[in-house]
C-alpha cells in the first residue's frame, strides 16, 4: 500500500503522547489491584464469596461475574478487568477518529493525498497504530501481573483480551468514520456503542441466572475478555470472537471508504431549511444547535442506564454477611455507608459525576473546536464580542451536566421508591446528585481557565478527570492514602445520604469554579484568537 510507512510514522508520532497516556493509566491499575488482594479476600472464604457474589445481581452488574476468587490474577479481572477493557475501547474509538477523520475534516488528509499515497492508506495507518497501542496495554497488563507473581497463561489471557477488545473498537471508530461527515459525530457514534456494549453487559450480568437475558452477555464486545475467564481454566477459544469481528469491521470500513466521497461521509448530511430559524440570530441559539445532539445522545444514554441499573437495587438484602470482605468494599466505594442500598448510590453518583464532567468538557472544547476552523473568528467580525461568545458555550457547559446528574439520581432511585413507596427518597437521591455538581465545574472552571490563558496546555483538563474516574474506581480498595486519594475535585463534598450536608464545602467549590471560570475569561477577552 503506497505511502503506508510513512503515514504510520506520522500517525504514531502525532498520537504519541495521546495514547502514551493512556496506556501507562490503564496498566497501573491492574497490578495495584493485584497487589491489594490479600487485604481483602480471604482465599479460604473466596468459594463461598464466588456464589455470593454469583446469586447478587448488583455485584454482578458493576463488576460482571466472578469465575475465581481464590486468586489475585482472578480478583484482578473481575475487579477491574471490564473497566480496564472499556477504557481501552473509549482510547481505540478516541485515537482512531483523531487520526482519521479529524484530519480529513482539517484539510490534512488531502494534502497528504496529493501525493504518492494510497486512498485507503490513511485509515489503515491510524486503525494500526490503535491496535499496537492495544496491544502495547495488553503486553504491559500480562507483563505486570506476571511480575506479582501471577500465571503465565492466565496473564497472557488477561492480556490478549485487552488487546483484542482495543481492535474491536479501533474497527468500529473507524466505520463510524465512514458514515459520519464529522469527527464529533465520529466520536458520538463510537462512545454510544461503546456505553451500549457496557449497559448491555451490566443489564445480562445483573439478571437472573438460567434467563434468556443473561446470556445477552456473550453479544457485549467488552465482556469477552472476561469471559475468556483469565486464571479460571481459561477458554481460549472465546478470543476468536474479538479476532473474527475485528477483522470484520475493518474490512467493513475500508469498503465503505471506497464508497463515499472525500469529507463527506455515507450518511449524507440533510440540507438545512432556505431560510434560518430566528434563534439562530445570536451566539446563544446557534450554540444550542450546535449542542443540541450531544446532549440528547448523552442524556439518553446516561437515563437508560441509571434505569438499568436503578431496577436491581432492590435485590440487596443480607447476601454478604457472610462475606464481611466485599462488604467493606461495597461500602468503602459507597462512602462508608452502613446500609448497602445507600452504598450502592453513591457508588453509581460518584461515577456519573465523573462521566457528567466528560460531558461538561466536550461541550466547552466545542468553543476551541470553532476557533480552529475560524467560525469564531467570523463570528466576532459581527456584532457579538467574546464575552458572549464565550458565554454562549459556558453556560450550556454548565447547566446542562449539572442538570443531567440531578435528573440520573432521580432515575437511580426509582425503583427503589416505589419498593419502599417512599417517594420522598428520589428527591433525596437527586439532591444527593446536585451535592456533587460543583466538582464538575471545578473541572469546567479549570477548561476555561486554560482554554484562556494557555490553550495549548488544554489537554491537562482530561488528567484531572482521568484522574478522579481512577480514585472513585478503584482508589477505595487500592490503600492508597487518603490525601492522594482525596486529590479530585470532588473529594471534599458530602456523598448524601452518608455524609450530613456540607453547605460550606459545596459553596466553597461553586466559589472555587467561578474563581476559575471569572479568570479564565479574563485571559479569553485578552488573547490572540
Given at each position: 500500500?503506497t505511502?503506508?510507512?510513512?503515514?504510520?510514522?506520522?500517525?504514531?508520532?502525532?498520537?504519541?503522547?495521546?495514547?502514551a497516556?493512556?496506556v501507562?493509566?490503564?496498566?497501573?491499575v491492574?497490578?495495584?489491584?493485584?497487589?491489594?488482594?490479600e487485604?481483602i479476600?480471604?482465599?479460604?472464604?473466596?468459594?463461598?464469596l464466588?456464589?455470593t457474589?454469583?446469586?447478587?445481581p448488583?455485584?454482578?452488574?458493576m463488576?460482571?461475574?466472578?469465575?475465581?476468587?481464590?486468586?489475585?490474577?482472578?480478583?484482578?479481572v473481575?475487579?477491574?478487568?471490564?473497566?480496564?477493557?472499556?477504557?481501552?475501547?473509549?482510547?481505540?474509538?478516541?485515537?482512531?477518529?483523531?487520526?482519521?477523520?479529524?484530519?480529513e475534516?482539517?484539510?490534512?488528509?488531502?494534502?497528504?493525498?496529493?501525493?504518492?499515497?494510497?486512498?485507503?492508506?490513511?485509515?489503515?495507518?491510524g486503525?494500526?497504530?490503535?491496535?499496537?497501542?492495544?496491544?502495547?496495554?495488553?503486553l504491559l497488563?500480562?507483563?505486570s501481573?506476571t511480575?506479582?507473581g501471577?500465571?503465565?497463561?492466565?496473564?497472557?489471557?488477561?492480556?490478549?483480551?485487552?488487546?483484542l477488545v482495543?481492535?474491536?473498537?479501533?474497527?468500529?471508530?473507524?466505520?463510524?468514520?465512514?458514515?459520519?461527515?464529522?469527527?464529533?459525530?465520529?466520536?458520538?457514534?463510537?462512545?454510544?456503542?461503546?456505553?451500549?456494549?457496557?449497559?448491555?453487559?451490566?443489564?445480562?450480568?445483573?439478571?437472573?441466572?438460567?434467563?434468556?437475558?443473561?446470556?445477552?452477555?456473550?453479544?457485549?464486545?467488552?465482556?469477552?475478555m472476561?469471559?475468556a475467564?483469565?486464571?479460571a481454566?481459561?477458554?481460549w477459544?472465546?478470543?476468536?470472537?474479538?479476532?473474527?469481528?475485528?477483522?470484520?469491521?475493518?474490512?467493513a470500513?475500508?469498503?465503505?471508504?471506497?464508497?463515499?466521497?472525500?469529507?463527506?461521509g455515507?450518511?449524507?448530511?440533510?440540507?438545512g431549511?432556505?431560510?434560518?430559524?430566528?434563534?439562530l440570530?445570536?451566539?446563544?441559539?446557534?450554540?444550542?444547535?450546535?449542542?443540541?445532539?450531544?446532549?440528547l445522545?448523552?442524556?439518553?444514554?446516561?437515563?437508560?442506564?441509571?434505569l438499568?441499573?436503578?431496577?436491581?437495587s432492590?435485590?440487596?438484602?443480607?447476601?454478604?454477611?457472610?462475606?464481611p470482605?466485599?462488604?467493606?468494599?461495597?461500602?468503602q466505594?459507597?462512602?462508608?455507608a452502613?446500609?448497602?442500598?445507600?452504598?450502592?448510590?453513591?457508588?453509581?453518583?460518584?461515577?456519573v459525576?465523573?462521566?457528567?464532567?466528560?460531558?461538561?468538557v466536550?461541550l466547552?472544547?466545542?468553543?476551541?473546536?470553532?476557533?480552529?476552523?475560524?467560525?469564531?473568528?467570523?463570528?466576532?467580525?459581527?456584532a457579538?464580542g467574546?464575552?458572549?461568545?464565550?458565554?454562549?458555550?459556558?453556560?450550556?457547559?454548565?447547566l446542562?451536566?449539572?442538570?443531567?446528574?440531578v435528573?440520573?439520581?432521580?432515575?437511580?432511585?426509582?425503583?427503589?421508591?416505589r419498593t419502599?413507596?417512599?417517594?420522598?427518597?428520589?428527591?433525596?437521591?437527586?439532591?444527593?446528585?446536585?451535592?456533587?455538581?460543583?466538582?464538575?465545574?471545578?473541572?469546567?472552571g479549570?477548561a476555561?481557565l486554560?482554554h484562556?490563558?494557555?490553550?495549548?496546555l488544554?489537554?491537562?483538563?482530561?488528567?484531572?478527570?482521568?484522574?478522579?474516574?481512577?480514585?472513585?474506581?478503584?482508589?477505595?480498595?487500592?490503600?492508597?492514602p487518603?490525601?492522594?486519594?482525596?486529590?479530585?475535585?470532588?473529594?471534599p463534598?458530602?456523598?448524601l445520604?452518608v455524609?450530613?450536608m456540607?453547605?460550606?464545602?459545596?459553596?466553597?467549590m461553586?466559589?472555587l469554579?467561578?474563581?476559575?471560570?471569572?479568570?479564565?475569561?479574563?485571559?479569553?477577552?485578552?488573547?490572540?484568537?
Amino acid at each position: 500500500m503506497t505511502g503506508l510507512g510513512t503515514l504510520l510514522r506520522l500517525v504514531a508520532r502525532r498520537s504519541r503522547w495521546f495514547y502514551a497516556a493512556w496506556v501507562l493509566a490503564l496498566t497501573v491499575v491492574v497490578p495495584a489491584t493485584a497487589a491489594a488482594y490479600e487485604t481483602i479476600i480471604e482465599p479460604g472464604n473466596a468459594q463461598l464469596l464466588i456464589a455470593t457474589m454469583t446469586n447478587n445481581p448488583i455485584m454482578r452488574a458493576m463488576l460482571g461475574p466472578p469465575f475465581d476468587l481464590t486468586t489475585a490474577g482472578g480478583f484482578t479481572v473481575w475487579r477491574v478487568g471490564t473497566f480496564v477493557a472499556a477504557m481501552a475501547a473509549v482510547m481505540a474509538v478516541l485515537g482512531v477518529v483523531r487520526s482519521t477523520r479529524a484530519e480529513e475534516e482539517d484539510g490534512r488528509t488531502e494534502l497528504l493525498r496529493s501525493g504518492s499515497v494510497d486512498r485507503h492508506a490513511p485509515l489503515v495507518a491510524g486503525l494500526a497504530v490503535a491496535v499496537v497501542a492495544g496491544a502495547v496495554l495488553g503486553l504491559l497488563v500480562a507483563g505486570s501481573m506476571t511480575a506479582v507473581g501471577q500465571p503465565l497463561g492466565g496473564s497472557l489471557a488477561f492480556g490478549a483480551g485487552i488487546t483484542l477488545v482495543t481492535a474491536v473498537f479501533a474497527g468500529v471508530g473507524a466505520v463510524a468514520v465512514q458514515l459520519t461527515a464529522s469527527a464529533r459525530t465520529a466520536r458520538s457514534l463510537g462512545l454510544w456503542t461503546v456505553a451500549a456494549a457496557y449497559t448491555l453487559r451490566a443489564v445480562a450480568d445483573g439478571s437472573a441466572q438460567g434467563s434468556t437475558l443473561r446470556s445477552a452477555a456473550w453479544a457485549s464486545p467488552v465482556q469477552w475478555m472476561a469471559l475468556a475467564r483469565p486464571y479460571a481454566q481459561e477458554r481460549w477459544w472465546v478470543l476468536l470472537l474479538p479476532v473474527v469481528l475485528a477483522v470484520l469491521l475493518a474490512g467493513a470500513a475500508v469498503l465503505l471508504e471506497s464508497r463515499r466521497d472525500h469529507g463527506s461521509g455515507v450518511w449524507a448530511a440533510r440540507p438545512g431549511p432556505a431560510r434560518a430559524a430566528a434563534s439562530l440570530s445570536s451566539t446563544g441559539g446557534l450554540a444550542r444547535r450546535l449542542h443540541r445532539g450531544q446532549l440528547l445522545g448523552w442524556g439518553s444514554g446516561l437515563v437508560l442506564l441509571a434505569l438499568a441499573l436503578g431496577s436491581l437495587s432492590t435485590s440487596f438484602a443480607d447476601m454478604l454477611e457472610q462475606a464481611p470482605q466485599l462488604r467493606v468494599v461495597l461500602q468503602q466505594m459507597g462512602g462508608g455507608a452502613e446500609q448497602l442500598v445507600d452504598a450502592f448510590f453513591v457508588a453509581m453518583l460518584s461515577i456519573v459525576s465523573v462521566v457528567v464532567a466528560v460531558l461538561a468538557v466536550q461541550l466547552f472544547s466545542r468553543l476551541a473546536r470553532e476557533e480552529e476552523r475560524g467560525h469564531a473568528e467570523l463570528l466576532l467580525s459581527t456584532a457579538p464580542g467574546r464575552g458572549r461568545l464565550l458565554a454562549s458555550h459556558l453556560v450550556i457547559a454548565a447547566l446542562a451536566p449539572a442538570l443531567l446528574l440531578v435528573l440520573v439520581g432521580a432515575v437511580l432511585a426509582l425503583n427503589q421508591a416505589r419498593t419502599q413507596g417512599d417517594w420522598s427518597l428520589v428527591a433525596r437521591v437527586a439532591g444527593a446528585g446536585a451535592a456533587l455538581a460543583p466538582g464538575g465545574l471545578v473541572v469546567l472552571g479549570i477548561a476555561v481557565l486554560l482554554h484562556g490563558w494557555a490553550p495549548r496546555l488544554a489537554a491537562l483538563t482530561w488528567v484531572v478527570v482521568a484522574w478522579s474516574l481512577l480514585m472513585v474506581w478503584v482508589g477505595a480498595i487500592l490503600s492508597l492514602p487518603d490525601w492522594l486519594v482525596g486529590l479530585t475535585p470532588w473529594a471534599p463534598l458530602p456523598q448524601l445520604p452518608v455524609d450530613p450536608m456540607d453547605w460550606t464545602a459545596v459553596l466553597g467549590m461553586l466559589a472555587l469554579a467561578a474563581g476559575l471560570t471569572a479568570l479564565g475569561a479574563w485571559g479569553y477577552r485578552r488573547r490572540d484568537i
